[in-house]
């Protein structure tokens, strides 16, 4: 059973993580002949406060 742990900033919209689920399944699903009922997706959604670039919060810089 494939497993995908993928971590990002949080903000998305719910459509645009439905849409990274289907398209990450899909994907995985094609590239191992595995059925896409057996690809699992986990997404983490991390806080701007806890994502550093260059020693400095993702929210401090804005992004």
Do not use: C, F
Not at 21 to 26: G, S, Y
């Amino acid at each position: 059973m494939p497993l995908v742990n993928i971590q990002m900033m949080e903000g998305r919209t719910p459509e645009k993580i439905n849409a990274l689920i289907k398209n990450v399944t899909n994907t995985v699903s094609e590239s191992l002949d595995a059925p896409k009922e057996n690809v699992r997706v986990i997404i983490t959604e991390v806080p701007k406060t806890h994502w550093g670039i260059g020693g400095k919060s993702a929210k401090e810089l804005g992004r």
